[in-house]
């Protein structure tokens, strides 16, 4: 795979449903802490699915959010399958799978089942690590639970690259190799920005040389076969650039980008939906 794209180009005409502001985690890194929102803890799916059906011209996809959308279960279930039932788009879910999603087993596999896609925030392979990513204990094996889930085609592995929590190359190392004997269709490693104190280049770390994410592609497949010997698994790398990221530069690449796009009109069609069925243009 050799594909490069930036999501900030207007790549995706989706909505995504920021389903819940309630998380049963406190990670400093988390997207959700950028933005006050309007901190409601339980969706209003009538509202929510009433909102994408009348805003689905143009979408191919939904991605469900929050906080932890898993949290709400039952009523993440019955979103899910409204949705497929009166619409023909992709449905995918990112969680950090709580313990709910343990204790209901069967009703997890019966959201597995309807998605086109599940994105596990797994955080680390050491559960002592991935405890102090999340600020909390774990009260189930994770690793035991990953494992034992079917449709692995459908799923997806998300890491992030951070200090002081995963930024070396035998950690990163240690978490590939781990996930990559599991057999989930990908693993994404995302770059988290906010700063010298968190941020690290996945590039720098292992050697690589990489072109500018502005200008060539943010989100780019590895060719992880040159980086670990009989690596299977195909691995996206989401790397930061100098718009998200205040330590890094600008190429002259990215200055002739960045001059083109002021009069670039947007090619996609995206929103957020927020619990009680609020469309808005970004998050707020």
């Not at 980008?257 to 707020?284: C, P, Q, S």
């Amino acid at each position: 795979m050799k594909s490069k794209c930036n999501c900030c180009d207007g790549i995706y005409n989706s909505l995504d449903i920021h389903f819940t502001s309630a998380c049963d985690n406190n990670c400093s890194h988390c997207v959700d802490k950028c933005f006050e929102g309007l901190n409601i803890s339980k969706p209003n799916v009538e509202a929510i699915v009433g909102t994408i059906v009348k805003n689905k011209e143009g979408i191919d996809d939904v991605l469900f959010l929050g906080g932890e959308p898993c949290l709400y279960l039952d009523e993440l279930v019955d979103c899910v399958s409204q949705i497929k039932q009166k619409t023909s788009l992709k449905v995918f879910v990112t969680t950090s799978v709580p313990k709910v999603c343990n204790t209901k087993y069967d009703k997890f596999l019966e959201l597995l089942d309807l998605l086109d896609g599940l994105n596990l925030s797994v955080q680390h392979y050491k559960e002592d690590m991935a405890d102090k990513i999340r600020n909390t204990v774990s009260t189930y094996d994770r690793q035991t639970f990953y494992s034992s889930l079917p449709q692995k085609d459908k799923i997806r592995i998300n890491l992030n690259i951070v200090k002081p929590f995963l930024y070396t190359k035998e950690d990163i190392s240690g978490c590939l190799r781990h996930y990559d004997l599991m057999g989930f269709n990908s693993i994404k490693l995302s770059e988290i920005q906010h700063g010298k104190d968190v941020f690290v280049s996945f590039g720098k770390v292992f050697g690589i040389s990489l072109k500018s994410p502005y200008s060539d592609g943010c989100q780019t497949y590895l060719n992880m076969h040159e980086i670990l010997e009989g690596f299977k698994t195909p691995v996206l790398l989401k790397r930061s650039c100098f718009m998200c990221e205040d330590t890094l530069k600008a190429s002259f690449e990215d200055g002739i980008k960045v001059i083109r796009n002021l009069f670039r009109l947007a090619g996609n069609k995206y929103g957020v939906i927020y619990e009680n069925g609020l469309l808005t243009k970004g998050w707020i």
